[in-house]
């Protein structure tokens, strides 16, 4: 069966800090022997606890006052009911903790694609981080030229309704889109010759690829998308990973995670929202081409 971890976090640190930590713990995220939560009501964080548990073995406590940590106490415990007293501890936090984001794997197709049209559906500003141009802003003409190398036809209806909700709010909300430098992308499709649609891998068993003059059409029709509407605005850089993605709405953020085994976690927690979207706009300016 393996070991199983709960993890509380604190919401009152850096929002990098707590990616760093899915990526170190990538693996057991991936095959669901992780679940992190937090607690939702604000505290003024002047005593700082960590209780880390191993159930019938061990323990380490300790305490601090804010971030002074310096030559505080870590206690090591093996005493049978002390630990189970700091389990009892732990287990009455939880019980007054909510579920931190939600895992889902690349198997979880059906489950991923209804919380993305949620998103999509959802009103207010946005903030998207990904590689490529915006599905919203994929031309007419390169969706043809796609469908008529592709088998499953589904992905129009995502598409369909990223179009119609971008124009149906673009004019009362801002949109601001990050995406990974121009030259950069083109060096990238010389390379590998052909690059993957972004999101839609996550959506569908069947991968969507398009090519060089596909991208090149996509990128312009942003572009010019950018110079018609005065809320959207598009930030190119080459601090755009290639392999994650943010999709942040006022009430909802999804991260999807591009790699050999897929994983996407979705966010209604809206300090974490906020952070995210924070995250994003830091991490941009630090590479902004």
């Given at each position: 069966?393996?070991?199983?971890?709960?993890?509380?976090?604190?919401?009152?640190?850096?929002?990098?800090?707590?990616?760093?930590g899915?990526?170190?713990?990538?693996?057991?995220?991936?095959?669901?022997?992780?679940?992190?939560?937090?607690?939702?009501?604000?505290?003024?964080?002047?005593?700082?606890?960590?209780?880390?548990?191993a159930?019938?073995?061990?323990?380490?406590?300790?305490?601090?006052?804010?971030?002074?940590?310096n030559?505080?106490?870590?206690f090591?415990i093996?005493?049978?009911?002390?630990?189970?007293?700091?389990?009892?501890?732990?287990?009455?936090?939880?019980?007054?903790?909510?579920?931190?984001?939600?895992?889902?794997?690349?198997?979880?197709?059906?489950?991923?694609?209804?919380?993305?049209?949620?998103?999509?559906?959802?009103?207010?500003?946005?903030?998207?981080?990904?590689?490529?141009?915006?599905?919203?802003?994929?031309?007419?003409?390169?969706?043809?030229?796609?469908?008529?190398?592709?088998?499953n036809?589904?992905?129009?209806?995502?598409?369909?309704?990223?179009?119609?909700?971008?124009?149906?709010?673009?004019?009362?909300?801002?949109?601001?889109?990050?995406?990974?430098?121009?030259?950069?992308?083109?060096?990238?499709?010389?390379?590998?010759?052909?690059?993957?649609?972004?999101?839609?891998?996550?959506?569908?068993?069947?991968?969507?690829?398009?090519?060089?003059?596909?991208?090149?059409?996509?990128?312009?029709?942003?572009?010019?998308?950018?110079n018609?509407?005065?809320?959207?605005?598009?930030?190119?850089?080459?601090?755009?990973?290639?392999?994650i993605?943010?999709?942040?709405?006022?009430?909802?953020?999804?991260?999807?995670?591009?790699?050999?085994?897929?994983?996407?976690?979705?966010?209604?927690?809206?300090i974490?929202?906020?952070?995210?979207?924070?995250?994003?706009?830091?991490?941009?300016?630090?590479?902004?081409?």
């Open positions: 069966m393996g070991n199983k971890f709960k993890i509380i976090h604190t919401l009152n640190r850096e929002f990098s800090e707590i990616i760093s899915v990526n170190d713990w990538l693996p057991l995220y991936i095959i669901g022997d992780i679940k992190p939560y937090y607690y939702p009501k604000l505290r003024d964080s002047l005593y700082q606890r960590s209780l880390f548990i159930e019938d073995l061990c323990a380490i406590s300790s305490i601090s006052v804010r971030s002074k940590t030559d505080m106490a870590n090591y093996t005493n049978t009911n002390a630990i189970q007293a700091l389990i009892k501890e732990f287990n009455n936090y939880l019980d007054v903790s909510k579920e931190l984001f939600k895992i889902y794997k690349k198997d979880d197709l059906k489950k991923i694609n209804t919380i993305y049209v949620k998103m999509l559906n959802s009103y207010g500003d946005s903030v998207y981080q990904h590689p490529l141009p915006s599905l919203f802003a994929l031309p007419d003409d390169v969706l043809d030229s796609i469908i008529s190398k592709t088998k036809k589904e992905f129009l209806d995502i598409i369909n309704l990223e179009k119609k909700m971008f124009y149906s709010i673009i004019t009362k909300y801002k949109i601001t889109v990050y995406i990974r430098d121009h030259e950069d992308v083109l060096n990238k499709i010389d390379e590998v010759d052909r690059i993957t649609l972004p999101i839609l891998d996550y959506l569908y068993s069947e991968k969507i690829f398009y090519s060089k003059d596909d991208y090149i059409k996509h990128y312009n029709n942003l572009k010019a998308l950018g018609k509407y005065k809320n959207l605005e598009i930030i190119e850089s080459k601090g755009i990973p290639y392999d993605s943010f999709y942040c709405k006022s009430d909802i953020a999804i991260i999807a995670k591009h790699n050999v085994d897929n994983l996407v976690f979705s966010i209604t927690e809206n974490m929202i906020n952070a995210i979207k924070e995250f994003i706009m830091n991490k941009s300016k630090n590479f902004k081409s």
